[in-house]
């Protein structure tokens, strides 16, 4: 592609801006065009405005939306966990447990290994339309193990997650003090020039509100700011203190107390539902109408990781989040482009409009609803990231 195109005949195009096309979120322009410089979006309307060029692309009556902004995910990991998926599908529950072994297994791989397997969970989610996306440390829980998952992922993403507090590492599970510290000290102290967020597990199990508390504090003072694994698997304190904290988002929101509605809805913490994981642990689904009706931000992702959820597809979490959660089409494509990028507080993705980056995902369908329509169809004929077409 040349430095300037214009996509044209475009039957349904997702623009994330109110102000245009049908008023909508979606900002939806029928019969539309869209108008590329370089990485950016220059230009958004009707064809018939579109502005000259020698450079059209024709969209032969399809839909456009934004690259999914998938803002959260696990991704630096070695082996997976088929027996213990088989497992749980024939009634053991998940638990955090599981994490040890892909820990061990992630201990374990070379450095290459850990990125040949990033690079390919990334061409998969490429693939399916995603063109931003986030994803944590987690499976090494040592200093060295934690930073070098960061550096590696941070040659992929700049949205890059310090998640040192997963689970206890095995060798201090006795002495969880000890590791918090560990934690917060030394393994901050290697992790913080790689990252741009900190997140912790806040779950029985996994750790409590004190220790979720001293780990994003100790995050935020070395400049990373937090995110949280929020009332996954029971109601507990993740999500007021992710709100408390003003953390960017607080993931998984399952379990949820009036209370806990009420703080997502009042202040700027996007609730961020994976759905992924309750269809992969057959767990009850999040109620993403409560949130909504209640004027809560909601962010959809896949939480792509091998225990838990191992799909790397944002149109499966829309058809899951249409079908069993609540939502509505526009909501479900809302919540994974705008949405996204709002649980990464960024406001140059998940948009097309001038000046965001030219982050597109074109459809094999006339219209975004296809997504939840057409559920487990390859819809995405189409990507481009930052202006170059990579689908
Ligand atoms: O987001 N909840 C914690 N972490 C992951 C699961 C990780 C795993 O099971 O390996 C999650 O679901
Ligand atoms: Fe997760």
Redesign the pocket.
Known sequence: MSSSTVITNIAALVTNDPSLGDGSPLGLVRDAAVAIDGDRITWTGESSKAPATDNRLDAGGRAVLPGFVDSHS?LLFAGDRTEEFAARMSGRPYSAG??RT?VAATRAATDAELEANLTRYLAEALRQGTTTFETKSGYGLTAADESRALRIAARHTDEVTFLGA?IVAPELADDPAAYVALVTGEMLDACAPHARWIDV?CEKGAFDGDQARAVLTAGRARGLHPRI?AN?LSQGPGVQLAVELDAASADHCTHLTDADVDALASGSTVATLLPG?EFSTRAEWPDARRLLDAGATVALST?C?????FTSSVPFCIALAVRDMGMTPDEAVWSATAGGAAALRRDDIGRLTPGAYADLTLLDAPSHVHLAYRPGVPLVSGVWRRGVRVV
């Open positions: 696990h599981g994490i892909t997963h597990f694994h996954q994981a939480d990781n091998p225990g838990s959820s």
